[in-house]
């Protein structure tokens, strides 16, 4: 037990090394951005992709189309790193070939807002390589977990997630306090 943990933690720290924002490479990653407008509205609604263990984007991006390395709305401005000792049958190949296969599938899908998305397809990836010993991966308890182990990959990458919220809220309220004390 004791290795097993020893491992996954060497897996880890190793992933952690090979992030870089600059690049915009995050190896074994769930990655996120915010939607123009509909992040501005709910914060926790937002662009996700997963990528490659060297580090690669794809994300469906729109109708029979997965992108690689050029989100549909821009960087990352947040990241979950995986653990890929936690993907059945271990390792980076067989990650690989399930964000491969994923990614192929979708390139045949239309795209939904609400129903068939891109948590969808990653939810998918993560089905295919039986992530955390899981089959029912789906795109809602991917918004959650996203948003509650999700890294901000800098504090420019908090404000472009968090501002537009605030600005939104802030409007809101002091437009409400105005009108109630009139």
């Not at 943990?5 to 060497?10: G, V």
């Not at 979950?80 to 271990?90: E, G, P, Q, R, T």
């Not at 998305?117 to 089905?127: E, G, I, R």
């Amino acid at each position: 037990m004791a290795d097993v943990e020893t491992e996954s933690m060497k897996n880890y720290q190793i992933a952690l090394e090979k992030i870089n924002p600059n690049t915009s490479r995050y190896p074994h990653c769930i990655v996120w951005t915010p939607i123009p407008v509909l992040s501005w509205l709910f914060p926790f609604i937002g662009h996700m992709g997963i990528c490659t263990s060297n580090g690669v984007i794809r994300d469906f991006a729109g109708p029979y189309f997965v992108s690689e390395d050029k989100m549909a709305f821009g960087r990352p401005t947040k990241y979950w790193m995986l653990d890929v000792s936690k993907v059945y049958a271990s390792g980076s190949n067989v990650w690989d070939t399930a964000v491969h296969n994923a990614s192929e599938e979708y390139k045949h899908r239309m795209h939904n807002l609400c129903c068939d998305n891109c948590h969808s397809h990653v939810a998918m990836a993560l089905n295919l390589m039986r992530y955390d010993n899981r089959t029912s991966w789906n795109m809602v308890n991917l918004c959650l977990l996203a948003l509650i182990h999700g890294k901000h990959v800098s504090f420019a990458g908090f404000l472009k997630t968090w501002l537009p919220f605030l600005i939104l809220l802030t409007s809101l309220v002091s437009l409400s306090l105005y009108i109630n004390l009139r």
